[in-house]
């Protein structure tokens, strides 16, 4: 049994802040690639930050870089997502991802369609004007 449960959405003004917790069970979210995706209502799922096996490997996308860090806490065996100076087109439901027994970072896209990818339930980030 493995799942992924993602917390920590809410709503903020441009310029605000908020870390999101993404909390693995059924297997160990250190022991592999971890990843954070959003989506906006009607719009495909794209790729926000990654983390590797150990925290050892960091990866973001150009729109969040500098602005969001993505941490691994294996004691509590969560990921997080530090979103700092937040703007409106943040504003999507935020989900973690990862595939489990394997180990390395696959692209963003090879995990959307991979068959063995889990997901969370999605946490809503709202960021207004």
């Known amino acids: 049994q493995v799942q992924l449960v993602e917390s920590g959405g809410g709503s903020v003004q441009t310029g605000g802040s908020l870390r999101l917790t993404c909390t693995a069970s059924?297997?160990?979210?250190?022991?592999?690639?971890m990843a954070w995706f959003r989506q906006i209502p009607d719009k495909e799922r794209v790729g926000v930050a990654k983390?590797?096996?150990?925290?050892?490997?960091?990866y973001y996308v150009n729109d969040v870089r500098g602005r969001f860090t993505v941490s691994l806490d294996s004691a509590k065996n969560a990921v997080y997502l530090d979103m700092n100076n937040l703007k409106p087109e943040d504003t999507a439901m935020y989900y973690c991802?990862?595939?489990?027994?394997?180990?390395?970072?696959?692209?963003?896209?090879?995990?959307?369609?991979?068959?063995?990818?889990?997901w969370g339930q999605g946490t809503q980030v709202t960021v207004s004007s």
């Open positions: 991802a990862s595939i489990p027994r394997v180990r390395v970072c696959l692209p963003f896209g090879s995990m959307e369609i991979h068959k063995d990818t889990v």
């Open positions: 059924g297997y160990n979210s250190s022991a592999g690639c």
């Open positions: 983390i590797g096996a150990g925290g050892d490997e960091l």
